[in-house]
DNA sequence: TGAAAATAATTAGGAAGCTAACTATAATCT
DNA sequence: AGATTATAGTTAGCTTCCTAATTATTTTCA
């Protein structure tokens, strides 16, 4: 998307403010940066999740199903939860079937649904994953004071309520 | 990655504090609450560049040409100005210019160097699409005030330099 | 009951990202 | 000058994401 250190000059700016007036340079650049940290955040942890043979959205399912009482699910409802269609669901289940860090079975109740669960083995690469991973997330976040960890939800709310502007 | 509406419930973060103590509840929410909102907004101007037959690496990279004084680039220097790798941005400009909107010629000086020349296609294309993406960005970003976007940018300033916490 | 509609999962095909390996060319350094 | 090293770009093979089409099963309702 955006490098941070190389945002445009004030040259390249009036040759787009000129061409384009609608644009708000201000707004332009929060919006491009907001989306730029966060790819190098994602970026950044899909690194250390590649160090242990992961990648966020298979370790996501892990976490997913680990969050249920009896560390199983279906494709859809795991697909609604992680905010992915359930084609990509099918394709994460592969890799962690093939890994065997889940099972799949048929439901016995439907037929056309598959119930997905945790291994020991699942289980057990979370338990290697996820203390390091809080102890990094912590370690990012309290960059942040309390009042600007509060200001920075207030906003990503505010953002969120706006989701439908590109539609 | 995470929706929303369904962080986890008192009960489901009680199980993963016992069985995982250095987690930070508060600081965890952040960081996956800015991960999901950004990426709806990615997915959001995808879905408005898809409208007009573009996709966000593609129209990042028409956007960077239209910045040279002469529309002029190499794939390398877009690559790093792009934040992508090499070999991604080979295949970013195959499609655009399967699409006619940048031509590929052999540089004269360097003949290791090839020269991405944005096309008058291309320059259209642009013109079709940047107006309405600035009103839009402009009506987004606008729900928040003055005061919000400068913290905003303070706080994304601040994770950045945390980019490393990861490795 | 039996046809139509809805639901669950998968497959097919494509885009965009990565690393590692390869080719061609240019620059450097004995 | 010639061998080595570095640089620019591409290719190959992988993951993750998408939409649209397909298959199997269940539900609905005429």
């Known amino acids: 998307m955006l490098e941070l250190k190389d945002l445009p000059d004030a040259h ?3 040759k787009f403010a000129d061409r384009y007036p609608d644009a708000d340079i201000d707004r332009v650049i929060q919006f491009l940066t907001f989306l730029r940290v ?6 950044g ?13 298979r370790w996501w399912v892990l976490v997913l199903l680990m969050r249920e009482d009896d560390a199983c699910s279906s494709p859809s409802k795991l697909a609604e939860k992680a ?24 439901s016995p109740k439907d ?18 994953v ?20 509060d200001m920075l939800m207030q ?6 309520q706006q989701a439908q502007v590109f539609d």
Chains 1, 2 share one sequence.
């Open 12 to 14: 390249i700016l009036k």
């Open 38 to 43: 966060a790819t190098d955040l994602s970026n």
């Open 45 to 57: 942890l899909d690194r250390y999740l590649n160090a242990h043979a992961l990648l966020q959205g």
């Open 83 to 106: 905010g992915v269609s359930r084609a990509t669901m099918t394709g994460l289940i592969d890799g962690l079937q093939r890994d065997k860090l889940v099972s799949r079975m048929v």
């Open 111 to 128: 037929r056309r649904q598959s119930l997905v669960k945790l291994t020991s083995k699942g289980q057990a690469k979370l338990d290697e």
């Open 130 to 149: 996820m203390p390091e991973y809080y102890r990094r997330v912590r370690q990012l976040m309290t960059a942040l004071t309390d009042e600007e960890g």
């Open 155 to 160: 906003v990503l709310m505010k953002l969120n």
